[in-house]
């Protein structure tokens, strides 16, 4: 949906800002949240008129869909300031589609793009100084939306509420991550939500995150719901393994988000000269590989970490290490990608939107 309207919206700035408070060098993800937010009520079949005004708690009547059903949606993206003090974003418009892709699922009024882009590009420009000169400070955001109309019964909510928030972050390095290959659970199945960023998805991995926390282990390998020989995503990321030199990473399907930093590094690895595959690995090629050693490397890809490499895995309560490398890929993709973020390094794929 795309309207070419310019956005009319009403700015309430905040008295006075919190920003002195905060500890840059020391934030925990996701804790801290900026002077402002945005919000834009659907009612009456219409998105009414967006506002940005101070962060603070608001009401919503006990009975919303939101509270029983779980009728919400989120996107995950960042702002990145360059050495000359201007702001950026990284390929918005994937957002953008994604959170309406995720609506429609879900049974949810999909949201102008003049709310979303041009909202965000606004509430990005009184929030400039959140967002930190140097490689790694980043400003998070959230858009979200929910189901505010009142009443239990188990149908779409009629009102829905879409917001903004901010929230200033390091790129946050998780320490070893060690995952568990699941055997049992599943994240996603075909016909199910997996590719919605729907907020179910991720209330239902904590439980078994939670069991592999126990065990000693970070994270879960996601397999395929009907067989659990295909491996899918890591945690809530994308996966990547790397057998010798060449990098595999499983198509998107209905149980496979279709993360932007997953195609951008499929993209970035192609122009290095890396031979990539997108194909489902099965968990017996993977423990094979790693018998024999081509498994080299294995790491998580998503916005808020943008790669995490794992260290090992266990199936069937067997322990398959990571041999220790240099040059990975990693790294090297990791560097390659943020160094376009950045704009420390040209952007030949046009995937950053100035502010
Ligand atoms: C958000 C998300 C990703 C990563 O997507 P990015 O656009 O790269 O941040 C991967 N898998 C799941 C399940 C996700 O929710």
Redesign the pocket.
């Known amino acids: 949906m795309s309207l070419n309207t310019t956005l009319e919206i009403d700015i309430v700035t905040a008295l006075s800002s919190k920003i002195d408070t905060v500890d840059f060098e020391n934030l925990a993800f996701g804790n801290v949240f900026t002077d402002h937010m945005l919000q834009c009520d659907f009612k009456d079949n219409a998105w009414q008129k967006p506002i940005i005004k101070p962060y603070e708690p608001f009401m919503i009547d006990p009975s919303a869909k939101v509270f029983h059903y779980g009728q919400a949606i989120f996107e995950?993206m960042k702002a990145y300031k360059d050495e000359n003090d201007e702001v950026w974003l990284f390929r918005p418009d994937?957002?953008f589609h994604r959170f309406n892709n995720s609506a429609k699922r879900m049974a949810m009024p999909e949201v102008p793009e003049s709310v979303f882009i041009e909202g965000l590009k606004t509430i990005l420009n009184i929030e400039k100084n959140w967002v930190k000169k140097g490689l790694g400070n980043t400003l998070y955001i959230r858009p979200f939306m929910i189901a505010i109309g009142a009443g239990v019964i188990a149908q779409p909510s009629t009102q829905y509420r879409f917001m903004i928030i901010l929230s200033p972050a390091k790129s946050y390095y998780s320490g070893e991550v060690k995952v568990i290959i699941a055997e049992h659970f599943s994240?996603a199945a075909n016909g199910g939500i997996g590719a919605a960023?729907a907020a179910g998805?991720y209330s239902a991995q904590f439980y078994p995150t939670k069991l592999a926390n126990e065990k000693g282990f970070q994270q879960i390998i996601w397999t395929d719901d009907a067989t659990h020989t295909k491996l899918e995503?890591a945690g809530?990321?994308?996966v990547f393994f790397r057998i010798n030199d060449t990098l595999i990473t499983a198509p998107t399907s209905e149980r496979i988000?279709d993360?932007?930093?997953?195609k951008s590094l499929i993209d970035i690895a192609k122009k290095e000269g890396i031979s990539v595959e997108i194909r489902s690995l099965l968990v017996h090629e993977l423990v094979n590989a790693s018998k024999d050693g081509s498994l080299k490397e294995i790491f998580g890809?998503?916005?808020?970490a943008v790669v995490n490499p794992i260290v090992g895995f266990s199936f069937q309560d067997v322990y398959y290490e990571l041999p220790k490398i240099q040059n990975s890929f990693a790294q090297n993709l990791k560097e390659k990608l943020t160094n376009i973020q950045y704009k420390i390094a040209d952007d030949t794929f046009g995937w950053t939107v100035k502010i």
């Open positions: 995950g994937e957002n994240r960023k998805n995503e809530t990321m994308n988000l993360g932007v930093t997953r890809a998503g916005t808020a």
